[in-house]
């Protein structure tokens, strides 16, 4: 029989034994209690860019477009809707952001703790060589965050974290309301300017015509992209659940050795029970007395609280 530092060194040629359900996997006391950030320069930025160019938006809609109608409910139906759907959208980047995905514990990948799982003679598990951990089935490991993530799907800097199995929900909900805003966005400009052509520009906005103008296309091109962007992923991150499958495993053509949950088992294992409104609610489950003030972790790339 071998021992478990055997076990621990030769493991890396084999398949994994632990599934998500197990003693690793993944979850620890610290890691309920607190709030994940990721310090990544890349991904910080990008996270900003995109808070700015969500109130960008939010501005030229506002206070180009709708203020300045002389319909009042045209303009606060559509007031409405578009800030609703842009703070839907913004709490969910919060929440994708700031959610662990489903991290490894770093380091338990030690002879003591091997021991401790009593594994049977000829059992194996696998360990990641890069963050010292015990790795449970489809864990891979994210080079950015520096930890081995469950059920990974890619890394996206524009929520500076990864998409994992704690956090994917969040990430469809914020494709989603960012497809909306824009669209809704692209509507409205397109109105706007039709209106604006059969007037004096000089009616149509508190602004003068070059600036208005210069604002509504500059919209229209930020629409376009995130529009394109966000519904592809969107469409990616549906298919993907449907199947069971990572963007990692698919890319990477693993064949499934876990049993596939298919099309709507998928959904409501992602969203959570029987579809209802709460799907689509990025507020679902937030405890803020859960929220205390951040402070830094030692030795990794993230804030803990």
């Not at 621990?8 to 359900?21: A, F, M």
């Not at 160019?53 to 002389?70: E, G, H, N, Q």
């Not at 890319?251 to 799907?279: A, D, H, I, T, Y």
Request: hydrophobic fraction near 40%; glycine fraction near 6%; charged fraction near 20%.
């Amino acid at each position: 029989m071998q021992s478990s530092a055997h076990r621990l060194r030769d493991v890396e040629q084999h398949h994994p034994l632990l599934g998500p359900e197990d003693e690793l996997d993944g979850t620890s006391p610290e890691d309920g209690e607190r709030i994940w950030f990721i310090q990544d320069s890349c991904g910080m930025i990008c996270a900003v860019m995109t808070w700015l160019l969500v109130l960008y938006a939010d501005f030229v809609v506002t206070f180009v477009i709708l203020l300045p109608s002389k319909n009042f409910w045209y303009a606060l139906v559509n007031g409405v809707t578009f800030n609703g759907l842009a703070v839907l959208a913004l709490a969910s980047h919060l929440r994708t952001m700031l959610t662990d995905p489903g991290a490894v514990p770093k380091g338990n990948a030690t002879k003591e703790h091997m021991e401790s799982l009593q594994l049977k003679p000829g059992e194996v598990i696998y360990k990641c060589p890069k963050c010292c951990s015990i790795k449970p089935e489809r864990a891979h490991h994210c080079s950015i965050c520096k930890r081995c993530i469950r059920k990974m799907d890619h890394h996206c800097p524009w929520v500076n974290n990864c998409v994992g199995e704690n956090n994917q929900r969040f990430f469809v909900l914020f494709t989603m309301y960012i497809a909306l805003i824009s669209s809704h966005a692209l509507t409205l400009s397109g109105f706007q300017f039709f209106t604006c052509v059969k007037v004096q520009w000089n009616e149509c906005s508190d602004f003068s015509p070059p600036v208005a103008v210069m604002l509504m296309v500059f919209l229209c091109l930020e629409g376009l992209l995130f529009l394109t962007f966000t519904a592809v992923m969107f469409g990616t991150q549906i298919h993907s659940i449907c199947n069971d499958e990572t963007e990692i495993e698919r890319l990477k053509n693993e064949k499934p050795r876990w049993e596939r949950r298919m099309r709507w088992e998928g959904m409501k294992n992602v969203f959570g029970g029987q579809p209802s409104l709460l799907w689509i609610n990025p507020f679902a489950g937030l405890d803020l007395r859960r929220l205390p003030a951040l402070r830094s972790r030692r030795g990794g790339p993230e804030f803990s609280v």
